[in-house]
């Protein structure tokens, strides 16, 4: 991983974001945002 890299995942898990590391098949690491949000499941009558 690069320095800049770094900098980023910790500018964004400093915001409260969730990080995701993903590994390409050529070896590569691809940093994304991970959000997440509760469902609403209303009960059927």
Avoid: C, F, H, W
Wanted: hydrophobic content about 40%; charged content about 30%.
């Amino acid at each position: 991983m690069t320095e800049q890299m770094i900098r980023a995942i910790e500018a964004a898990l400093k915001r409260g974001l969730r990080v995701e590391l993903l590994m390409d098949k050529d070896g590569t690491i691809k940093v994304q945002t991970v959000s997440r949000k509760k469902l609403n499941i209303v009960p059927t009558p």
